[in-house]
């Protein structure tokens, strides 16, 4: 599995990319804030992550108390992002490649 970075100024998020899913990071730390474009069929994930205690609020922000698995880098980036997000560009690696980038180098 290879690790994986999220951040913006708002969010901060490690993960691990492994078999098309992405594993957010306990500690992750993710938007509070749903913006207009946050995907519709992620609205009951994230409820029921917040219900579930997987996210919890941090001031104004949310913090994942245990790793999830999402069933895409893009999944994972939206919830963390609270809109919208291409996880294959937003999931960088430590030297600040792309998902993208580093799965056009396998195939």
């Not at 998020?13 to 500690?27: D, L, R, S, T, V």
């Not at 609205?43 to 992550?49: A, F, G």
């Not at 997987?54 to 999402?70: A, M, P, Q, S």
Request: aromatic share 8%; charged share 25%.
């Amino acid at each position: 599995m290879d690790k994986y970075y999220f951040k913006t100024s708002k969010v901060s998020a490690e993960g691990f990319y492994a078999n098309g899913k992405m594993i957010i990071q306990k500690g992750s730390i993710a938007n509070k804030v749903l913006l207009s474009s946050f995907p519709n069929t992620l609205i009951e994930i994230r409820n029921d992550l917040i219900e579930k205690g997987v996210l919890t609020t941090k001031g104004d922000k949310l913090l994942f108390t245990e790793d999830f698995i999402c069933s895409s880098p893009s999944q994972a980036s939206a919830l963390i992002n609270g809109s919208s997000s291409n996880g294959l560009l937003a999931w960088k690696d430590c030297s600040g490649k792309t998902l993208k980038s580093n799965l056009r180098e396998i195939d």
